[in-house]
């Protein structure tokens, strides 16, 4: 009974949070490219080339990866397999990128900037380029495609290495992160991020689509996107003021031409008002419709003179014996 009003409340406020005006945060700052930022993209950068030679050189990872691939884990577990078939959808590209979209485009309305926006489309075009590159280029076959025991599968006409569901799934949760507004959300968010990618790194794994050394692959390429885009705000703030002193640029013609072709109200012209009951002036009212004083007899009607000047009321009947009414006469 008391949870009611308590969740009535809090519908409320939330209500009145999305209908109060959008601001841009003062307190909102660009992350740099600290040097704590620099040793960990090196570190990053060296872990991933070690997994790359490694495999190359068909070492002891390249005989983990069979040894994986023989235990099959999907046969293993088979009652969580039907979960993880729609788990691994959290690293694909196209459903995830609509939901990070809507939220950012969210963030990006409430506080009045692109950036949200910018800087994710930036991550996803480095995440193609690089990650693209790097399928195509070495051309490794998958274990469902695999020709000859204990060889590393390299140059085969296949596109899983790195694993892009691990990447992806690094840079579009991590960089809700990166755009976190407070410490607290950022430390938040990046652990759900790292959750979040972890287990789909190792779904691929378990559903036998990726050899290990795949999904470590692909860690190191999201991690190494995330790590770099401190370098690209600089660029991405002069797109983004270019873009608005475009729509300013639009909104202001737009503005200009509206009020041109909007003509001005013609005054209008002053109505004159002819003197009632003048003689020899085709359309005058005749003077019964004038309206009545106070001391005029209802019915009686107003004399005129003949330059047109109403005589006053009380000298009706004023007038001298003998003298000739010009009216009358």
């Known amino acids: 009974m008391r949870t009611e009003p308590n969740l009535t409340r809090r519908v409320e406020r939330v209500f009145a949070r999305l209908d109060r005006e959008p601001e841009r945060p003062v307190h909102v700052g660009m992350?740099?490219?600290?040097?704590?930022?620099?040793?960990?993209?090196?570190?990053?950068?060296?872990?991933?080339?070690?997994?790359?030679?490694?495999?190359?050189?068909?070492?002891?990872?390249?005989a983990f990866d069979w040894q994986v691939m023989f235990f099959r884990p999907y046969q293993q577990w088979p009652e969580i397999h039907a979960f993880l078939d729609y788990w691994v959808v959290l690293g694909?590209?196209?459903?995830?990128?609509?939901?990070?979209?809507?939220?950012?485009?969210?963030?990006?309305?409430?506080?009045?900037?692109?950036?949200?926006?910018?800087?994710?489309?930036?991550?996803?075009?480095?995440?193609?380029?690089?990650?693209?590159?790097?399928?195509?280029?070495?051309?490794?076959?998958?274990?469902?495609?695999?020709?000859?025991?204990?060889?590393?599968?390299?140059?085969?006409?296949?596109?899983?290495?790195?694993?892009?569901?691990?990447?992806?799934?690094?840079?579009?949760?991590?960089i809700l992160a990166y755009l976190a507004s407070t410490p607290r959300a950022r430390r938040w968010l990046s652990a759900v991020s790292a959750v979040i990618s972890l287990s789909v790194g190792l779904t691929t794994v378990y559903l036998g689509t990726h050899w290990l050394s795949d999904v470590l692959l692909g860690w190191a390429a999201g991690l190494l996107i995330l790590l770099a885009l401190p370098w690209l705000e600089p660029p991405v703030a002069k797109v983004e003021a270019r873009i608005l002193?475009?729509?300013?640029?639009?909104?202001?013609?737009?503005?200009?031409?509206?009020?041109?072709?909007?003509?001005?109200?013609?005054?209008?012209?002053?109505?004159?008002?002819e003197p009632v009951g003048t003689p020899n002036r085709p359309g005058s009212r005749p003077s019964a419709l004038l309206p009545q004083g106070p001391h005029t007899p209802r019915g009686e009607r107003t004399p005129v003179t003949p330059a047109g000047s109403r005589r006053p009321a009380n000298t009706r009947g004023s007038t001298r014996a003998g003298t000739a009414d010009p009216q009358r006469a």
């Open 92 to 174: 694909q590209r196209g459903p995830t990128a609509v939901m990070v979209t809507a939220w950012l485009g969210w963030r990006s309305w409430r506080q009045h900037t692109l950036r949200p926006l910018l800087m994710f489309g930036t991550a996803l075009l480095l995440l193609n380029a690089t990650v693209g590159a790097a399928k195509y280029g070495m051309g490794r076959a998958g274990p469902h495609y695999a020709t000859m025991i204990g060889s590393n599968e390299m140059w085969q006409g296949g596109d899983i290495f790195p694993s892009g569901h691990t990447a992806n799934a690094v840079v579009t949760w991590g």
């Open 245 to 273: 002193a475009v729509r300013d640029r639009l909104w202001a013609r737009r503005t200009d031409s509206g009020t041109a072709a909007e003509p001005l109200p013609a005054p209008a012209p002053a109505r004159t008002r």
């Open 31 to 62: 992350p740099h490219m600290s040097r704590h930022r620099v040793v960990l993209f090196g570190l990053t950068l060296s872990f991933y080339l070690a997994i790359v030679v490694a495999v190359l050189a068909t070492s002891r990872l390249v």
